[in-house]
């Protein structure tokens, strides 16, 4: 149920139309739907709603998207948060969140994030490697702390996904292999400064069927059943986020009948389940709106030149994905063509989409759909441009929630010789 939908040939955000927002904020500029993100959050609670208040816990994954107005929507909500960085955590603690419901997900931790997280008391540190473990053992023991912290596993499941979005293979940097888990949890078990609360799994990112999600469980089931042999008992299991979206015609489960999924096979288990949703939770509450600058044809193509390139979103040039584009005023003056949408950016990769059928003329503004994940995190300074404005629409209100870099904002920093 998308919020961005026409009416009477506009495209609205809530009860805004996009072409104003265009208008009073420039573009590109990224809106999003406070609307959007409480359902989209609200859909998973309902789904754990079965479980006891303290039997699970959603933790919004924070990178995809950090902007401070969408984390306190969620804080206001009651979310905890799954971050990766300290920058993430601080970002949490702002927005006001409650430290007590992150976890702190991230392959190397360094020691000064270890002790702001120690010292803001997280739930607990998703643990990827020895080394990591023993560093936040010794932080925590320098500190007088315990430190909460369960491993991350990486179950050998093909999620079935873009390759670089792929996060629990053999292959891949992340987590602790799971034949060598046992081995990491006993030794986590004789560490002083050290609590074992949980085990964690996050096999990748767009997943379209819930059955990797149910095969990796699986595994980290057997996996706690052998702890709880050895009288290593476990508070929560962490099954990390990764639910898809549709972004043309993926078909991925409702998070409701995705959590049902997980209920199934979790059983009668009592430990609490931690989720770690990200791009479920943002990316259909969000676009991109862009104006066209220039529309250009040889005899193979079509170009619209648009005034967002991949330094604003990146998506379609790394995972070559596929972001529906729209005209935000159905127009019946001009006629459908194919085009090439192209930002400004000196690289043939700055793309925004290819071949498609708009009816667009120039300076008509664009909204690029299911931007909310992974748009304006991703965004850079490439090509000097400053990042983007971010807007939130809430009913008939509006918020700038993050202005449009300057050039200052640009240059802060540097030093002339
Ligand atoms: C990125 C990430 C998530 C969120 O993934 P989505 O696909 O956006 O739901 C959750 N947990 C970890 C550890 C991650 O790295």
């Known amino acids: 149920m998308s919020v961005f939908v026409y009416q009477q040939g506009k495209l609205m955000a809530e009860q805004v139309t996009l072409a104003s927002i265009a208008e009073q904020f420039s573009t590109p500029c990224y809106v999003y739907s406070r609307q959007a993100i409480e359902q989209s959050y609200l859909g998973y609670r309902q789904a754990l709603n079965s479980r006891g208040a303290n039997q699970h816990l959603i933790c ?32 949490v603690i702002r927005a006001g969140g409650d430290p007590a419901k992150v976890v702190f997900s991230g392959v190397a931790k360094n020691a000064a994030e270890i002790s702001s997280a120690l010292e803001a008391g997280v739930h607990c540190f998703n643990v990827e490697s020895e080394t990591e473990l023993l560093r936040i053992n010794r932080i925590a023991a320098e500190r007088n702390q315990i430190a909460s912290v369960s491993l991350r596993v990486n179950p050998d499941v093909d999620a079935q996904t873009h390759p670089y979005i792929s996060t629990g293979l053999k292959e891949n940097k992340f987590g602790i292999d799971i034949d060598e888990a046992l081995s990491v949890y006993r030794h986590a078990n004789r560490l002083n400064a050290i609590k074992i609360v949980g085990i964690d799994c996050h096999i990748g990112s767009q997943l379209v069927s819930a ?20 009288g290593i008992e476990l508070g929560h299991i962490d099954v990390g986020g990764g639910l898809g979206i549709c972004y043309q015609d993926e078909q991925p489960p409702s998070a409701a009948d995705y959590v049902a999924s997980l209920l199934d096979t979790l059983g009668e288990r009592n430990q609490s389940l931690i989720m770690e949703p990200g791009r479920s939770i943002v990316a259909n509450a969000g676009v991109l709106l862009t ?110 929630v993050r202005e449009r870099e300057t050039i200052e904002d640009l240059m802060r920093g540097e030093i002339n010789l």
């Open 211 to 230: 059955k990797p999600f149910a095969d990796a469980l699986q595994r980290v089931l057997a996996l706690v059943d052998t702890l709880a042999e050895e």
């Open 60 to 91: 919004y994954s924070v990178k995809a998207n950090s902007n401070l107005a969408v984390l306190s929507v969620l804080a206001k909500l009651g979310s905890g948060f799954d971050i990766v960085s300290g920058g993430e955590l601080e970002r």
């Open 291 to 400: 104006t066209v600058d220039t529309i250009k044809s040889n005899e193979q193509k079509n170009f619209a030149i648009v005034d967002a390139a991949m330094n604003d979103l990146l998506r379609p040039a790394l995972y070559q994905a596929w972001m529906n584009i729209l005209p935000v005023n159905e127009s019946a003056d001009c006629p459908a063509q194919h085009y090439d949408v192209v930002g400004p950016v000196c690289e043939t990769g700055d793309f925004l989409g290819k071949e498609r059928l708009l009816a667009i003329a120039e300076n008509d503004v664009l909204a690029v759909c299911s931007a909310g994940a992974y748009g304006f995190v991703m965004a850079s300074n490439y090509n000097s441009r400053g990042r983007p404005a971010e807007v939130m629409v809430d009913g008939e209100q509006l918020h700038l």
